[in-house]
């Protein structure tokens, strides 16, 4: 399915301001879908010729992603089209028509808009409201396909569980033996509460009974424990920056990759053992970040639990991501939070089904 998205919509989404809670829900849902969004050249020119667009040759760098529709409709050699709605009346409102008779010539599925005009237009062009949506409708509508989807789809199911001195954790038909490590127990408490926000002094405890004796050295000193985190820091530092300014970039990449880690059936094995690695750095820097911006509400024995269930599990993913063929490194990739709140946060129409225990395989 082709999704045609109007310029407002398109640089709510490429812009660097934070976006419409329910626009992040749509794109994430969109593509779980595997539909695709379009633009319209006529856009693209819209954006060219705006003077009042800020950092305007990157936002053109940024839409180059996207598909560009191939059509040679003009609404103006219609002239039925134009005896059902207003000719345009601003370079804006011709834009407007442009796109909206793509829709109304079936060319795409959808257009997605918040122009109340150009939602009025389509009822005249009697143009089902299924069809050209605003944010939230689309919201609703496109969760609505998707929870349809999933209830005729049935998920994978996931084996992470300790056996003795070792853990089984695979996907069904491709479990592996992996030696214990105190990584797999985090994960493991997490999963078993999923979608639960879980402290890491509550999970660090969860896992090790009693609660861990720090000295009182700066979170920067510590964090130096290991040469290997400074080194790549180091390389996710030139490529985003330095300093709190840069958590809100840092926040919309670790969102772009986990979407495209969701996506794990498109990618390779090698590539998707990449991504998982980058998401793991830029997720640690993230974390770096925020210790910097808070020194004055430094803890030491909050940040040592913090920073044992971080590396701990940062490791551990690394080892299945290393020896799992499965899209479990994937999923646990992009679903597993950690700071001073963790979580198990998959997405909201997630089906997948977890043996966390030998007693519960049948």
């Known amino acids: 399915m082709n999704i045609l998205v109007d310029t407002d919509i398109l640089l709510s989404i490429e812009s660097d301001h934070m976006i419409h ?6 794109l994430r849902i ?3 879908l595997h539909c695709r969004i379009v633009i319209h050249p006529s856009t693209v020119k819209e954006i060219e010729e705006d003077q009042d667009i800020p950092n305007k040759m990157i936002l053109l760098s940024k839409i180059k992603k996207y598909s560009l529709l191939t059509t040679q409709s003009n609404p103006y050699d219609d002239e039925t089209f134009f005896k059902l709605i207003n000719k345009p009346a601003s370079a804006r409102d011709k834009v407007d028509a442009f796109l909206l008779y793509c829709l109304y010539k079936n060319e795409v599925n959808f257009i997605l808009t918040e122009d109340p005009d150009m939602i009025g237009n389509a ?3 009697n143009i089902s409201d299924k069809k050209i949506m605003n944010i939230v409708n689309a919201f609703k509508h496109f969760k609505g396909v998707l929870q349809k989807k999933v209830s005729l789809d049935e998920g994978p199911t996931y084996y992470f569980y300790q056996n003795g001195d070792t853990w089984q954790i695979g996907e069904k038909g491709a479990v592996g033996t992996f030696e214990d490590m105190k990584g797999f127990h985090y994960i493991h408490v997490l999963l078993s509460n999923k979608r639960k926000n879980v402290s890491c002094k509550e999970l660090y405890d969860a896992v090790n009974g009693s ?10 000193d510590e964090y130096k424990d290991e040469e290997q985190d400074n080194e790549y820091f180091k390389e996710i530092e030139k490529k985003f920056g330095k300093g709190p300014a840069t958590l809100s970039i840092l926040k919309k990449a670790i969102i772009q990759r986990e979407e495209e880690l969701m996506n794990y059936g498109t990618l390779s094995i090698e590539d998707r053992q990449k991504k998982d690695e980058e998401l793991r750095k830029i997720k640690a820097y993230q974390i770096s970040i925020t210790r910097s911006s808070k020194k004055g509400e430094y803890d030491p024995s909050l940040n040592k639990a913090r920073l044992s269930v971080l590396k701990a599990t ?4 690394k080892k299945i ?3 799992c063929t499965s899209p479990i490194s994937s999923h646990l990739n992009a679903a597993i939070n950690t700071g001073y709140k963790c979580a198990y946060n998959p997405v909201l129409t997630d089906t997948s089904h977890w043996i966390l225990h030998p007693n519960e395989i049948s």
């Open 30 to 32: 969109i593509n779980e």
């Open 321 to 323: 991501s290393n020896n």
């Open 211 to 220: 609660y861990i004796e720090v000295k009182d050295k700066t979170y920067l």
């Open 314 to 317: 940062d490791r551990a993913l």
């Open 21 to 26: 809670r329910h626009l992040s829900e749509v």
């Open 123 to 125: 009822a005249l062009l």
